[in-house]
């Protein structure tokens, strides 16, 4: 995890010098957190990191996909410690918004109850993902 976050701020940099732009967006956050595991195309990688398009967790009801990307599931690392409530809503309003999926966006409201109740499903998967 701290591999992950410490390129994930190098892009954040990168991104910033770039263009200038103060706040990731969704589109950015999915790049820098999700995309070497689910990829830029959102299909994934058979057998290893499911699709995301067309993903009835990721479309479906807004505790459900909050929760796994807030408290990790199997090889999925948890994410509560990285990412804001308001960061894990615009990354899923994102992968909700794209690639032909169509659902409604989610909000820090909606993942902040979820955050408070739910906890890290497997401690280990953040060290051992890669
Ligand atoms: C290290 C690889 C890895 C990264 C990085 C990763 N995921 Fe995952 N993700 C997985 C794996 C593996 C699963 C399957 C977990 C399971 O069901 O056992 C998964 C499952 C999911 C699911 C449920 C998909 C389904 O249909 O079952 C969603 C939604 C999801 N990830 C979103 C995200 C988001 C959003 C991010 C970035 C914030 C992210 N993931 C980052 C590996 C990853």
Not at 52 to 79: D, E, R, T, W
Not at 110 to 117: A, D, G, K, W
């Amino acid at each position: 995890m701290i591999r992950m976050r410490t390129l994930a701020l190098a892009f954040a940099g990168l991104a910033l010098g770039a263009s200038g732009a103060a706040a990731a967006d969704g589109r950015q956050l999915f790049l820098d957190n999700c995309s070497a595991c689910h990829q830029v195309t959102g299909k994934g990688i058979p057998g290893a990191f499911p699709a995301l398009a067309g993903s009835k967790v990721a479309l479906g009801p807004a505790p459900a996909a909050a929760s796994i990307v807030l408290n990790g599931k199997g090889g999925m690392p948890a994410f509560r410690d990285d990412l804001s409530d308001a960061d894990i809503a615009a990354v899923l309003s994102y992968v909700r918004t794209a690639w032909g999926n169509k659902a409604p966006p989610l909000t820090a409201a909606l993942v902040n109850p979820v955050r408070r109740t739910g906890k890290r499903e497997n401690p280990k998967a953040a060290l051992t993902a890669h």
